[in-house]
């Protein structure tokens, strides 16, 4: 759906994107996860051609975007991080405004205002004028604008910085129901959690590079993290490690007292069984199993050296 190949822009000697490529496929929600600064509005702003990059090419759905065509622009349905609404106008006015933009009117376009009211929640406060709505509402608002002409391809750019956790949960539930729906979503956030939950994919950018690209478990494996399991045992913890140790999958197994071994595996749900099992067959009690896996978190540390700042 979105192929980004090359891409580089410069303000001054600030160097913004340096070399960034990367795709998303057709109904994946993709996460571009990097702390502030790291180049994802500009990235963003030339996907969306609103911006002209001194290299690279970004094709969507095979249509090359410039800023100097109007092509393929439809396909893409874009909202920015600031908000881009009339506060004298209700919700509902403001969405046919942008929907006379889009060359909607009449019933199609009272379908389309009520559909995207209800995915983003705010139906029932439709009819209140924006000034009024909250700061995560305005931002619900935003987003509804942006799927008005049904893109293919949505993009967000840090859509909950700054709001309410109603919102924030409404946000996060409206892009995972696009994602069932088979829409295209590039979600930029700075916030690890959000691309967990939301993405099967990541690329982790800062100073306007791709560090890394994948899927969760491909990040993990590329900083050689590993998932723990913590078991609590009725008695003698030092002999269940004895018993476990040297099994394969098993990276290290330490007891940490008399009744907790703590085991570094590779893949935690194919060790799970296998080390409770172990563990009962030599005739120990299991009382308790916790499964810690590494996050994106403990990833993004390894490969910039920094924590995410916020
Ligand atoms: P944020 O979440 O804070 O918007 P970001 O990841 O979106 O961060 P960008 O806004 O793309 O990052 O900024 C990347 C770099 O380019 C930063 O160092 C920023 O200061 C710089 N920059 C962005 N826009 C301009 C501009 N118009 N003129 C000069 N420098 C800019």
Redesign the pocket.
Known sequence: MLAVAGLA?S??D????VDLSFDVAVGETFGLL????????????MICGLLAPDAGSIRVAGVEISPDSVEGRELIGYVP?EIALYPDLNGRDNLAFFGRLYGLSGAPARERIAETLELVGLTERAGDRVKEYSGGMQRRLNIAAGLLHRPRLLIL??PT?GIDPQSRNAILEAVAALGEQGMSVLY?T?YMEEAERLCRRVGI?D??RMLACGTRRELVALVEERAQITVAVASDAAGVRGTLSGRAGLVDVTATDDRTVVCMVEDASAQLPLIVQTITESGAVVTDVRVEEPTLDSVFLHITGTALRD
């Open positions: 822009k303000y001054g600030q160097q913004a994107v990097g702390p502030n600064g790291a180049g994802k509005t500009t990235t963003i702003s991080q750019d840090e910085v930029t700075h950018v100073h306007g």
